[in-house]
């Protein structure tokens, strides 16, 4: 997947935000201000929220990839190195192979090197390009050993074990976390078959009820309000679950999505 630069995404949210007001717009003078409207707005809140939700998803699985290129990378420098191999070189030759989007970053390091760039210059541009927490890291480490007047090369060896480490502990903790996130969806599934049940049974012959202090006098606004609370549980219930797999609260955006989808198809089609 490719990366998606800062430029792209504040393109993509401004052009999501004037199709939102474009529909939000054109159902207002469709329909006016009634009840209607609410499925012009939901419908435009997923035109804000999808394309930020997808972009950041594409960035995270390209910025994983990354990470899990590194010890390779660090391995064959290592491996080049045993055998006599400079570390500019090394880096050459490193930059012929398949590490994945590491291969486009490391091709751009090895051609700053190639005019006149000091290795620690191509190594701190390659981490601001990269962005990611173990590329930023790891080099300032690596800059450090070679600072020290140490051999670079005999670094990248521990320095491809700990982001080994930090890998495994990292899928350990998204394996841990699996559950509370199925848990956040079975919450969900729950609320919707009981207001399902509710509107089956008890609501049927209610009219003109106080509920949460707001008179309503038809099912319809009974339909309303629980509509909404499912959307701002979808929605919020989808940031937690990215917040506990993924350690990001914009990486839940893609669980919100879903969770809203589900409880809208579910009220609209089972009440």
């Given at each position: 997947?490719?990366?998606?630069?800062?430029?792209?995404?504040?393109?993509?949210?401004?052009?999501?935000?004037?199709?939102?007001?474009t529909?939000?717009?054109?159902?207002?003078?469709?329909?006016?201000?009634?009840?209607?409207?609410?499925?012009?707005?939901?419908?435009?809140?997923?035109?804000?929220?999808?394309?930020i939700?997808l972009?950041?998803?594409?960035?995270?699985?390209?910025?994983?990839?990354?990470?899990?290129?590194?010890?390779?990378?660090?391995?064959?420098?290592?491996?080049a190195?045993?055998?006599?191999i400079?570390?500019?070189?090394?880096?050459?030759?490193a930059a012929?192979r398949?590490?994945?989007?590491?291969?486009?970053e490391?091709?751009?390091?090895?051609?700053?090197?190639?005019?006149?760039?000091?290795?620690?210059?191509?190594?701190?541009?390659?981490?601001?390009?990269?962005?990611?927490?173990?590329?930023?890291r790891?080099?300032?480490?690596?800059?450090?050993?070679?600072?020290s007047?140490?051999?670079?090369?005999?670094?990248?060896?521990?320095?491809?074990?700990?982001?080994?480490?930090?890998?495994?502990?990292?899928?350990?903790?998204?394996?841990?976390?699996?559950?509370?996130?199925?848990?956040?969806?079975?919450?969900?599934f729950?609320?919707?078959?009981?207001i399902?049940?509710?509107?089956?049974?008890?609501?049927?012959?209610?009219?003109?009820?106080?509920?949460?202090?707001?008179?309503?006098?038809?099912?319809?606004d009974?339909?309303?309000?629980?509509?909404?609370?499912?959307?701002?549980?979808?929605?919020?219930?989808?940031?937690?679950?990215?917040?506990?797999?993924?350690g990001s609260?914009?990486?839940?955006?893609?669980?919100?999505?879903?969770?809203?989808?589900?409880g809208y198809?579910?009220?609209?089609?089972?009440?």
């Amino acid at each position: 997947m490719p990366k998606i630069e800062k430029r792209i995404k504040r393109t993509a949210v401004a052009v999501s935000v004037l199709v939102a007001i474009t529909i939000i717009v054109f159902g207002y003078f469709t329909i006016g201000f009634t009840a209607g409207l609410d499925d012009f707005m939901f419908f435009a809140f997923l035109a804000v929220v999808s394309p930020i939700a997808l972009l950041n998803y594409i960035d995270y699985r390209w910025r994983k990839s990354v990470d899990e290129h590194l010890p390779d990378l660090f391995r064959s420098i290592v491996q080049a190195q045993e055998t006599g191999i400079i570390l500019s070189t090394a880096l050459e030759e490193a930059a012929k192979r398949d590490y994945g989007p590491l291969t486009a970053e490391l091709r751009k390091m090895t051609a700053q090197i190639s005019w006149g760039a000091s290795f620690e210059e191509a190594l701190l541009s390659f981490a601001q390009r990269v962005g990611t927490v173990l590329s930023l890291r790891t080099v300032p480490m690596i800059i450090e050993a070679s600072r020290s007047g140490g051999k670079v090369e005999k670094v990248f060896d521990p320095m491809g074990k700990f982001i080994q480490s930090t890998l495994m502990l990292e899928k350990e903790r998204k394996t841990q976390t699996r559950p509370y996130i199925a848990i956040i969806y079975v919450a969900l599934f729950v609320f919707l078959f009981t207001i399902v049940i509710l509107f089956k049974t008890f609501f049927t012959n209610v009219e003109g009820v106080a509920l949460f202090t707001m008179p309503t006098t038809s099912l319809m606004d009974l339909k309303r309000i629980f509509l909404h609370l499912t959307l701002i549980q979808g929605f919020f219930g989808g940031l937690v679950a990215g917040k506990m797999g993924e350690g990001s609260i914009s990486a839940g955006l893609k669980h919100s999505i879903v969770m809203m989808l589900l409880g809208y198809v579910a009220l609209r089609f089972f009440l």
